[in-house]
């Protein structure tokens, strides 16, 4: 979730500055992702969700997780989040996540931390299905969806920005593409 660390530096101790604990588990498991999104790629360590599960969702090349009992879902947990870094993640997200705190593992360290995830906000969505496989997204997606990100990066920082959903569409609904799905 989220702490407070003091840094030192040439002219003594700095401000305090927040941080945060980020659980991802999708897209955002890939660096180059991660760094066209915040302009670098933060410290992060193996982490699994308990009691939540990973779905394919229809139409869509990214995943959802929501709870189901029993399950779990393997990711890694991006360390030393800022505010402005959150609030990025929480545009880029958009309507169809929201934030929560949740109980994680750190695989590495078998220590449980608190951190914000992004469930999908619809629990009883009928788009939802099976599983959804990142080395599968990787090699079949990526580029696609690190190109798509990038559009959505530059519109971001424009006065015309759109959200990622309207991003998502816009590219991957080209008529002059192959289906993605």
Not at 26 to 45: H, I, N, T
Not at 86 to 96: A, G, N
Not at 132 to 146: A, G
Request: glycine share 6%.
């Amino acid at each position: 979730m989220e702490s407070s660390s003091s840094i030192v530096g040439v002219g003594g101790v700095l401000p305090k500055v927040k941080v945060n604990s980020v659980f991802v588990y999708g897209s955002l498991l890939a660096d180059e992702v991660v760094r066209v999104l915040l302009k670098r790629v933060p410290l992060s360590s193996p982490a699994t969700l308990p009691n939540f599960h990973r779905f394919s969702i229809k139409g869509r090349i990214y995943p959802a997780i929501k709870p189901v009992e029993n399950k779990k879902v393997n990711g890694r947990v991006l360390l030393g989040i800022t505010d402005p870094e959150l609030e990025i993640l929480d545009t880029f997200e958009d309507v169809e996540y929201e934030r929560c705190i949740v109980d994680v593992t750190l695989i590495d360290r078998y220590e449980k931390l608190d951190a914000y995830a992004y469930v999908w906000v619809d629990k009883n969505d009928p788009n939802l299905y099976g599983d959804w496989h990142f080395e599968e997204w990787r090699q079949t997606h990526m580029n696609d969806f690190l190109n798509m990100t990038v559009g959505f990066v530059e519109e971001l920082e424009g006065p015309d920005s759109k959200t990622r959903v309207a991003s998502y569409e816009s590219f991957f609904n080209n008529e002059d593409r192959p289906p993605m799905f």
